[in-house]
């Protein structure tokens, strides 16, 4: 069956440090793969998407890889501030279909 | 400013009571979506739409109805709400229908549904 998988539900690092969130998928064969921060009570907010054709895309802070054998995508912020504390979800696209979302993982970022 | 405007932010009702969330935006995207997000089974996708009168199920559109009369609106229609559609329930927004990668989703603020 399906699944996307979010490393931990759970995320805590120290300010400053770089934090490394991972998403791993099965039996999809996604054209894109992007990554949406939520903070509580709101709307998921776009960062950065990757195409099936690119290694690693990078904004800001942010860095994303993708991994097509490994059917994994790393989301790394850098330099990690407590304003980055949020929840990260990833999500697949296929050619054709709907996106699908990861359950997420709730980032810390402790003073 | 780009917006998808979703009403009311909070809703309590009791079973069976007819409502409506209403969603707008202001992009003129063309496709439209309803999700809702539960803890432990993240965003899950309700109905969507690429177009004017073009609507289609997803993934638990059970207890739901959907209409696209306007490019701008997309309202969340529940005929009579159970207490297991308590929820929070997010609009988002696309300027093509997806698949295509060529634009992220724009999300509402969401409305937070209690049926008692």
């Known amino acids: 069956s399906q699944k996307i998988e979010q490393n931990s539900e759970a995320l805590n690092i120290q300010e400053g440090k770089t934090a490394t969130l991972t998403c791993n998928y099965t039996n999809y064969s996604p054209a894109y793969l992007q990554w949406y921060r939520q903070d509580p009570g709101r709307g998921p907010v776009f960062l950065l998407l990757i195409r099936e054709n690119e290694k690693e895309k990078r904004k800001e802070r942010l860095k994303v890889t993708f991994d097509t054998t490994l059917k994994q995508s790393l989301f790394h912020i850098t330099a990690s501030q407590p304003a980055d504390s949020a929840t990260y979800l990833c999500?697949?696209?296929?050619?054709?279909?709907?996106?699908?979302f990861g359950p997420g993982t709730r980032l810390s970022v402790l003073p | 400013e780009a917006q998808v405007t979703q009403n009311p932010r909070y809703l309590i009702t009791v079973t069976g009571k007819k409502l409506t969330v209403t969603c707008s935006q202001n992009?003129?995207?063309?496709?439209m979506s309803w999700y809702r997000q539960d803890p432990g089974l993240g965003l899950r996708q309700i109905y969507y739409s690429m177009n004017v009168e073009v609507t289609d199920k997803g993934d638990v559109p059970e207890g739901y109805k959907v209409s696209r009369k306007e490019k701008r609106n997309f309202p969340l229609i529940l005929e009579s709400p159970s207490p297991n559609q308590t929820s929070l329930y997010f609009c988002?927004?696309?300027?093509?229908?997806?698949?295509?990668?060529?634009?992220?989703?724009?999300f509402g603020n969401g409305t937070r549904l209690t049926v008692t």
């Open positions: 999500a697949l696209e296929s050619y054709g279909q709907n996106f699908v």
């Open positions: 988002a927004s696309s300027q093509t229908w997806v698949g295509m990668g060529n634009s992220p989703l724009h």
């Open positions: 992009m003129n995207h063309e496709y």
